[in-house]
Nanobody, 121 residues
Framework: QVQVVESGGGLVQPGGSLRLSCVVSGSIFNLLNMVWYRQAPGKQRELVGSVSGGGRTDYADSVKGRFTISRDLTKKTMYLQMNSLKAEDTADYLC???????????????WGQGTQVTVSS
């Protein structure tokens, strides 16, 4: 059974850094796009950034220049390095992964449960 698990959240002061991880576990054939979202209390879910199957990364304007997405396919893991954190970055950060379970089958979308990031002094 495929699972997506985020980790690395916590409390950090403004200007600080955190690195989040998103691990895909279970037997899969191929790992395609992976996406970071975030959702703050009372707000809509917001796309933070993504990495395509080919390794291309894209970011929301609000995090460009501060956040970096990377991926280790051998570990089926995506990372989100967050620098120069601001109070408005406070949110639950969720990972979504597009997965092909078996050769010749379609794409399945999996979500993690999220990891909380709080930026506060």
């Amino acid at each position: 059974q495929v699972q997506v698990v985020e980790s690395g959240g916590g409390l950090v002061q403004p200007g600080g850094s955190l690195r989040l991880s998103c691990v895909v576990s279970g037997s899969i054939f191929n790992l395609l796009n992976m996406v970071w979202y975030r959702q703050a209390p009372g707000k809509q879910r917001e796309l933070v950034g993504s990495v395509s199957g080919g390794g291309r990364t894209d970011y929301a304007d609000s995090v460009k220049g501060r956040f970096t997405i990377s991926r280790d396919l051998t570990k089926k893991t995506m990372y989100l390095q967050m620098n120069s954190l601001k109070a408005e970055d406070t949110a639950d950060y969720l990972c979504q992964a597009d997965v092909i379970l078996q050769r010749g089958r379609g794409v399945n979308m999996y979500w993690g449960q999220g990891t909380q990031v709080t930026v506060s002094s």
